[in-house]
Antibody
Framework: QVQLQESGPGLAKPSETLSLTCTVSGGSVTRESDYWSWIRQPPGKGLEWIGYIYYSGATHYNPSLRGRVTISVDTSKNQFSLKLTSVSAADTAVYYC????????????????WGQGTLVTVSS | QSVLTQPPSVSGAPGQRVTISCTGSSSNIGAGYDVHWYQQLPGGAPKLLVYVDNNRPSGVPDRFSASRSGASASLAITGLQSEDEADYYCQSFDNSLKSYVFGPGTRVTVL
């Protein structure tokens, strides 16, 4: 069974860049049917999809975050990463990485394996 | 504000049946995009509960079932158990936003 584990600083300063890495074990990020996603959840609130990457490097981002978010993949390390620039208190959240499974249509992909999440607080 | 609407909370006694609605529009559920459901236990990460409308991953009991009609979908839990106390989220795709979207979540309480 694929397992995902987020890692990175738990604190980011306003206007700086938030950086997180997700390490995948029990499977490969190069499996053709899989996309690798980031989702976040502000404290006490709901889920927001941030974006995904395919092992080829192809990405799809939530337009509400476009311009601030970059997702990259390192197939040699079986990891993928998130960078979010110009952060503010509104970006304080638990960040989850997850596997997004391809189906017949890109619009119908679903998230079948999730990491445990990591809290990132934006504060000076 | 989410483009998918869910009731904030539902409750039921052990053994009862509860349903959670997920209402969208012509740009998401009504457009025919699949609906998926996730369960988030207190303090835990979301877990896939039902995918592609009404398929359950291995290990998910058949007490959980989903359906859809028009621009809405619903999740039913039959034989409600104390361990079902959790937040439940629906998810689909919105072609106006060009993004995967979640409902705001529904808290299920077992009385």
């Amino acid at each position: 069974q694929v397992q995902l584990q987020e890692s990175g600083p738990g604190l980011a300063k306003p206007s700086e860049t938030l950086s997180l890495t997700c390490t995948v074990s029990g499977g490969s990020v190069t499996r053709e049917s899989d996309y690798w996603s980031w989702i976040r959840q502000p404290p006490g609130k709901g889920l927001e999809w941030i974006g995904y990457i395919y092992y080829s490097g192809a990405t799809h981002y939530n337009p509400s975050l476009r311009g601030r978010v970059t997702i990259s993949v390192d197939t040699s390390k079986n990891q993928f990463s998130l960078k979010l620039t110009s952060v503010s208190a509104a970006d304080t959240a638990v960040y989850y990485c997850a596997r997004q499974v391809a189906t017949s249509s890109q619009a119908n992909y679903y998230l079948d394996q999730w990491g445990q999440g990591t809290l990132v607080t934006v504060s000076s | 504000q989410s483009v998918l609407t869910q009731p904030p909370s539902v409750s039921g006694a052990p053994g009862q049946r509860v349903t959670i609605s997920c209402t969208g529009s012509s740009s998401n559920i009504g457009a025919g995009y699949d609906v998926h459901w996730y369960q988030q236990l207190p303090g835990g990460a979301p877990k896939l509960l039902v995918y592609v409308d009404n398929n359950r991953p291995s290990g998910v009991p058949d007490r959980f079932s989903a359906s859809r009609s028009g621009a809405s979908a619903s999740l039913a839990i039959t034989g409600l158990q104390s361990e079902d106390e959790a937040d439940y989220y629906c998810q689909s795709f919105d072609n106006s936003l060009k993004s995967y979207v979640f409902g705001p979540g529904t808290r299920v309480t077992v009385l």
